[in-house]
C-alpha cells in the first residue's frame, strides 16, 4: 500500500519563528495538498499544488504560509512567523490526478507553538 | 459554499450492535464522498470512497451508502467490535479547480465491550 510519510511527526517552536513541515507524497502523484486540524475541530483544507504551482488556497493561507516542492519528491509548508493559533495537526495529501479518486493522507504532524 | 454536517456528534454502543453514521452536504454538486476513519492523535484512514455515480460501496463489515439528490451519506458498520471506536470523517469532494475535500466535524465512536 502506497504511502504519504510527513516528518516530523511533533514540532514544538517558539512563537515567531520560522517551521518548515515536510512531507513526502506518493511516487507519481500529481496533486499535493496540505491541511490542518485545530484539536477539537474540523479538519480544513489549506491549499492544493499542481504543476508547480498554488492551484488553490483557503482564506486560512495567508502570506505567512508557503509551498513548495523543491526537489521533485518533497513537498513542504513553510510558516514564516509562527503564532500560538498555527498549533493544530498539519495533514499533507496527494492525488494521483483528476480522473484517480482516492485522496491519500499522511500520518500527521503536530505543530506546538509556545 | 459546501458545509459538510454529521450526526450524531457522539454514540456509544455495545459490542455487535449494528450501527448507522451520518453524513449531511448542502451542495449536492460533488465529485465523490470519502469517509475516513481517525485515532485520537492520530492521521486520517480511507475507508471507503463513493464516486457521484455510485448508489453505494462495500468493504468488509462497512457499507457507505450516497444519495447525491438529498445530500446525505451513510456508513453502515455492522457487528460493531471495540476496535471500531475511533472518529469517523466524511469529506466531499466538489467540482472545482484543485478539489480540495470539505470535511465534516466527525462522529466520536465508542464501542463497548
Known amino acids: 500500500e502506497p504511502e504519504v510519510t510527513q516528518t516530523p511527526s511533533h514540532q514544538v517552536t517558539q512563537m515567531g519563528q520560522e517551521v518548515i513541515l515536510r512531507c513526502v507524497p506518493i511516487s507519481n502523484h500529481l496533486y499535493f495538498y496540505w491541511y490542518r486540524q485545530i484539536l477539537g475541530q474540523k479538519v480544513e483544507f489549506l491549499v492544493s499544488f499542481y504543476n508547480n504551482e498554488i492551484s488553490e488556497k483557503s482564506e486560512i493561507f495567508d502570506d505567512q504560509f508557503s509551498v513548495e516542492r523543491p526537489d521533485g519528491s518533497n513537498f513542504t509548508l513553510k510558516i514564516r512567523s509562527t503564532k500560538l493559533e498555527d498549533s493544530a495537526m498539519y495533514f499533507c495529501a496527494s492525488l494521483a490526478g483528476l480522473t484517480k479518486n482516492i485522496q491519500y493522507f499522511g500520518a500527521g504532524t503536530r505543530l506546538s507553538v509556545l | 459554499k459546501q458545509e459538510v454536517t454529521q450526526i450524531p456528534a457522539a454514540l456509544s454502543v455495545p459490542e455487535g450492535e449494528n450501527l448507522v453514521l451520518n453524513c449531511s452536504f448542502t451542495d449536492s454538486a460533488i465529485y465523490n464522498l470519502q469517509w475516513f476513519r481517525q485515532d485520537p492523535g492520530k492521521g486520517l484512514t480511507s475507508l471507503l470512497l463513493i464516486q457521484s455515480s455510485q448508489r453505494e460501496q462495500t468493504s468488509g463489515r462497512l457499507n457507505a451508502s450516497l444519495d447525491k439528490s438529498s445530500g446525505r451519506s451513510t456508513l453502515y458498520i455492522a457487528a460493531s467490535q471495540p476496535g471500531d471506536s475511533a472518529t469517523y470523517l466524511c469529506?466531499?469532494?466538489?467540482?472545482?479547480?484543485?478539489?480540495?475535500?470539505?470535511f465534516g466535524p466527525g462522529t466520536r465512536l465508542s464501542v463497548l465491550p
Open positions: 469529506a466531499v469532494r466538489h467540482y472545482n479547480y484543485g478539489q480540495n475535500f470539505v
